[in-house]
């Protein structure tokens, strides 16, 4: 049995401490929570569970095992560290880190104390996304031409950072996932109208091989839209997360472009076949990602999603920021060639950061 204390009790918190309790191999020992109402709504759902404001409490305790951090990102980097410190793994909420440094740093300190470490990337775990992993990897699509996603709805503004640390960080993971190769680049759009942080972006990725990324996130949409487009060379895929069966659909459509012998013109051909609807494992993602961090834990294993992943993710997020302050200048990754935009590497903290900075508390 291993055993968690869980810091944070807002929004997602319940979900960490309901699952974990219904899991057979981990159990809830004590949860942690600044607001003295999550308390009162801790120990109303969860009498047995010891509650306190002091996370320091479930850090330093060795009745604790494993560490969840289900704060705001700014609180992050002090919490992670505190834990694998005293000794904890730790499951710690999206975004890993606010900052690339602070990632780098919790991804050695977890390998020196030989804890595991991994990043709550919840859409991973999804029976849509497992589905759309094997049919690129089974080469049902064919060669990946680009992915377009489309996440938007009426708030939930946040006070702390803006809508591409909030949202985007869901789709990155997604293609950090399913993307086998590094981003070259990375540009990035938007504007503040409410509240000083950006509510509106648009990001768009270069990947190696004419693979592009692209995704609109917005806090101030009419409507609520999770619709991600996948197109290959063979096939074309739509994810709609909305939908309540039919979650993703294949569509043999595309375009076939020859060159005919003597003739200079280019020869169109448009292909318009079957659509069918894979069958999708009904999971609850968050219960499948828990175990899997248990197991982890047992067997000695590194998560898919540990510390490094949530890293390329800090990356990219970081990247984004940075060419949105830019407005829309193209920050190379990878990339040795700078000449025509800017090496997030070589900008000052204050840039490469953006408006986030990281302090304590939870």
């Given at each position: ?77 002090e919490l992670t560290k ?103 680049a990375v540009v990035a ?174």
């Amino acid at each position: 049995m291993i055993r968690f204390g869980v810091i944070g009790y807002g929004y997602w918190g319940p979900n960490i401490v309901r699952n974990l309790e219904q899991l057979e191999e981990t159990k809830v020992v004590a949860v942690c929570d600044k607001s003295a109402a999550s308390r009162q709504r801790i120990q109303r759902a969860h009498p047995q569970v010891h509650v306190t404001a002091d996370h320091k409490e479930l850090v330093s305790s060795p009745e604790i095992d494993a560490i969840a951090v289900i704060t705001p990102v700014w609180t992050h980097y002090e919490l992670t560290k505190s834990a694998l410190e005293n000794g904890k793994h730790v499951f710690v909420e999206k975004p890993f880190t606010s900052n690339v440094a602070q990632a780098e740093e919790l991804i050695d300190l977890a390998a020196k104390r030989q804890r595991k470490l991994m990043v709550d990337h919840t859409f991973l775990f999804t029976g849509a996304v497992r589905k759309i992993k094997q049919v690129l990897q089974d080469g049902t699509l064919g060669k990946l031409y680009y992915y377009d996603s489309t996440r938007v709805n009426l708030g939930l503004f946040q006070h702390d950072v803006n809508v591409i640390w909030d949202l985007a960080p869901h789709d990155l993971s997604i293609i950090d996932h399913l993307i086998q190769e590094s981003p070259e680049a990375v540009v990035a759009t938007g504007q503040t109208h409410l509240n000083g942080h950006e509510d509106v972006a648009f990001i768009t990725i270069y990947f190696p091989n004419n693979v592009i990324a692209h995704i609109n996130v917005n806090w101030l949409s009419p409507v609520k839209v999770r619709t991600t487009l996948i197109g290959g060379e063979k096939k074309m895929l739509v994810w709609n997360d909305l939908e309540a069966d039919e979650k993703i659909k294949i569509y043999d459509k595309g375009v076939d472009v020859t060159n005919q012998e003597g003739v200079y013109n280019l020869l169109v051909n448009y292909r318009s076949g079957d659509m069918w609807a894979p069958q999708v494992e009904q999971v609850e993602a968050l219960r499948a990602e828990l175990s899997y961090f248990a197991r982890c834990i047992k067997q000695d294993e590194v998560p898919f999603n540990d510390g490094v992943a949530g890293l390329r993710v800090v990356k990219m997020l970081e990247a984004a920021n940075t060419s949105l302050r830019q407005r829309g200048a193209m920050i190379y990754l990878n990339s040795a060639d700078s000449r025509e935009g800017v090496r997030l590497s070589k900008l000052p903290p204050t840039l490469a950061n953006g408006p986030l900075v990281a302090s304590t508390g939870t």
